[in-house]
C-alpha cells in the first residue's frame, strides 16, 4: 500500500470529489448522516482486506448516487486517490492505474 498514487493525483481526485461527491459526503469527506463518512474508522470497517480494485468498483457502479458509472475511469481512480490519501495512506512515485487487474492485486491493511 506504499506509494501507489501521486500527490498530484490527490490533488486532481480531490477537484473531481469536490465537483461529484462533496455535496452529500461533504468536503471534510465525513459524510451528512445519510451519506456514510469516507475516512478513519468507518474506511477501515469497510475496506480493510479488501482491495482497491473491489472500492473502485464498489463506487463505480453505485456512485454519483443517482448517477453511477457517470465519471470518466481516471477520474475514479483520481478520487480513490484521495480517499487514499486522507486516509493517511501515503504518496509516491506511481500513479494509480485505471487497470482491474493491477487494483485488484493491492490489498488495503489496517492500522496505516
Ligand atoms: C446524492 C448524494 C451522493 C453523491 C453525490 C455521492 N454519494 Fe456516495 N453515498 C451516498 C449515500 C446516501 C450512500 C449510502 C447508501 C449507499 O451505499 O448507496 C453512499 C455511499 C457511498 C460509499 C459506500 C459504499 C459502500 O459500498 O459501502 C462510498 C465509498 C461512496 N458513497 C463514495 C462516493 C463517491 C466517491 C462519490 C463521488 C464520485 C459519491 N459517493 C457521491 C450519497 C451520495
Known sequence: MD???????????QAA???ECAQCHLEDLLGDGIAPSLIGAPFHFRWSELSVGDM???????????????????????????????????????????????LESIIIQEGQ
Open 3 to 13: 506509494g501507489i498514487f501521486t500527490a498530484e493525483q490527490a490533488e486532481r481526485g
Open 17 to 19: 470529489y469536490d465537483r
Open 56 to 102: 473502485l468498483v464498489a463506487i463505480r457502479t453505485t456512485m454519483p448516487q443517482g448517477a453511477p458509472a457517470s465519471l470518466s475511469p481516471r477520474a475514479y481512480v483520481d478520487i480513490v486517490a484521495y480517499m487514499l490519501s486522507r486516509n493517511d495512506f501515503p504518496a509516491g512515485d506511481m500513479e494509480l492505474p485505471t487497470d482491474q487487474d493491477v
